[in-house]
């Protein structure tokens, strides 16, 4: 979207700015037939980043296409700005597939952010697909704790505004984050992580990403300076 931030001050500019595009809708919208599971990781000894998509038909649950590229992280570790370190990299993993997936569910935060716009915001409008945030951890909110059962859920409640749920996605398994990123409401959302998670806590997708950027890591020559390493709530 133009000239990209260089400091966190215009970056939560920018996130103000792609905050007032994000829309979510009051009542649910097509479900998604298929969806890319997007995730970023961060090698510990370089500013090396590896980000993967994997693309699953939701009704079968097999895996459709994979994609993965290499980088460098481009922006510093600032709480609340991961996008800025994600986003344009995994814009060129969605370029790689052959079909647009119906909606992308990344590992972190949709609404679920101090400014409303966590990674999976930002890149939903950005690509224009509707998106989910899917967090292993809290960043923002109160929330009860959901019921022992897969499938319960409690609202996540910041400054008076719901903004996403906290799900238990298997029996008396530690719950997950779930917010809307764009063009798909708060219970969907969460009905659609669901659907995606078979034997495991994390969406299926998100696992296979998380692996098989973990993966190119692991195998590439390191370079560059420590700077850059976590991956913390977006």
């Known amino acids: 979207m133009g000239h990209w ?8 500019r920018v996130q103000r700015e792609v905050a007032e595009r994000v829309e979510i809708p009051t009542g649910p919208v097509p479900a ?3 969806v890319a599971g997007l995730d970023v ?3 510990t000894d370089s500013d090396q980043i590896a980000a993967a998509g994997v693309l699953v038909d939701v009704a079968s649950g097999e895996v459709v296409e994979e994609a993965m590229v290499e980088g460098v992280a481009g922006f510093p570790y600032v709480p609340g700005l991961l996008a800025f370190r994600e986003v344009p990299i995994l814009l060129r993993v969605l370029e790689r597939f052959r079909g ?3 909606l992308l569910l ?3 935060q949709g609404l679920a952010h101090p400014r409303r716009c966590g990674v999976a915001c930002h890149l939903g409008v950005l690509a224009g697909r509707p998106a989910i945030g899917c967090a292993k951890t ?3 909110g109160e929330h009860d704790q959901p019921g022992p059962r897969r499938g319960e859920r409690t609202p996540l409640v910041d400054e008076g505004q719901v903004v996403g749920e906290v799900l238990r996605t298997r029996d008396g398994v530690k719950p997950v984050y779930v917010s809307p990123g764009h063009a798909i409401g708060i219970a969907q959302a969460s009905d659609v992580v669901l659907s995606l998670c ?12 998380d692996h098989i950027s973990r993966r190119a890591l692991h195998r590439a020559p390191r370079r560059g300076s420590p ?7 977006s």
């Open 41 to 43: 990781s961060y090698a």
């Open 32 to 34: 998604p037939r298929t």
């Open 106 to 108: 990344c590992d972190g």
């Open 5 to 12: 931030p260089r400091t966190p001050e215009e970056a939560e």
């Open 227 to 233: 700077e850059g390493q976590q991956r913390q709530p």
């Open 198 to 209: 078979s034997r495991y806590r994390l969406p299926d997708p998100l696992r296979r990403a």
């Open 138 to 140: 809290w960043f923002v």
């Open 100 to 102: 647009a997936p119906d």
